[in-house]
């Protein structure tokens, strides 16, 4: 399936969860995709099939009445094992899977959305979603393009708005948690190198990598816990992230 086939049954799946009072959200690089013009750029072209989503563990009983009425087959098993945190739903119109993640975004880093699935009304905030992709350790060229076409079309900001990344809020996870900084660093680091050498317009690669100076500053200059710091001391010796398990591995599609 191409983007735009694959959003408009995620839009009509957030529109019907929203008419049930389920707060449902989009993520992963279909949710990069409805906010950025740029990921239909030739230099950022990218596949998209599965959908993934955020809902709220509280409303999971009207998360499985929308997608049993839109005719999405349920995983009985996946659901009954792990339906709890996650939801698992097949499009047997072409194959595609249909991902449910409840609370929480899991995957080589832990992150709470409950608290920020409402900010935006189709998908999590810009903040979240770039978050989302900056704490893959095993990176693949398709999360770099989310990557860089975030930055490409989105301003930085110190705070919640519209259209804008919350670099703030950022800083502030990586400054409890020493791991998620660590992965951050080493991704903005691969994002860079794909960046100088890609065969990108040289206007992308100077607003990349302006805005990734930025988001570095911010990181390194927000205050850090003790938790942080007690973490920084052992460092590398022991593993600072989770090995995500099937069928995430390899981040949000």
């Known amino acids: 399936m191409i983007g735009m086939e694959s959003l408009e049954k995620a839009l009509q799946i957030i529109k019907e969860g929203d008419k049930r009072g389920a707060t449902i959200r989009l993520i992963g690089g279909l949710a990069i995709y409805y906010h950025s013009p740029t990921a239909r750029n030739e230099y950022f072209f990218r596949t998209y099939g599965d959908i993934d989503f955020v809902g709220l563990s509280s409303q999971t009983k009207m998360i499985k009445a929308v997608m049993d009425d839109l005719g999405y087959k349920p995983h009985e098993r996946f659901n ?12 047997e119109s072409n194959g595609s899977r249909i991902d ?3 609370d929480y975004f899991e995957m080589c880093h832990k992150i709470d959305l409950r608290d920020r699935i409402g900010i ?9 979603l770039l978050l989302t992709k900056l704490q893959i350790v095993e990176l693949n060229e398709k999360d770099i393009k989310d990557i860089a076409v975030l930055l490409v079309d989105h301003a930085l900001s ?6 804008k990344i919350n670099i703030k809020y950022i800083a502030t996870l990586c400054s409890n948690d020493w791991g998620l900084q660590k992965t951050v660093e080493i991704t903005l680091d691969r994002v860079l190198e794909w960046v100088n050498r890609g065969a990108i317009s040289e206007e992308y690669r100077k607003i990349i990598n302006s805005k990734i100076e930025e988001i570095r500053v911010a990181i390194e200059s927000e205050p850090k816990s003790l938790k942080w710091r007690v973490r920084s001391k052992i460092g590398e010796k022991i593993r600072w992230y989770e090995i995500p398990e099937e069928p995430l591995r390899g981040g949000l599609k």
């Not at 009954?80 to 499009?91: E, V």
């Not at 935006?120 to 979240?128: E, G, H, R, S, Y």
């Not at 110190?158 to 259209?163: G, H, I, S, V």
Request: hydrophobic share 40%; charged share 35%.
């Open 80 to 91: 009954a094992l792990h339906g709890g945190r996650r939801l698992l739903y097949f499009d």
């Open 100 to 102: 449910f993640l409840l």
């Open 120 to 128: 935006d009304n189709v998908t999590i905030p810009l903040a979240d």
């Open 158 to 163: 110190q705070k919640d708005e519209e259209d």
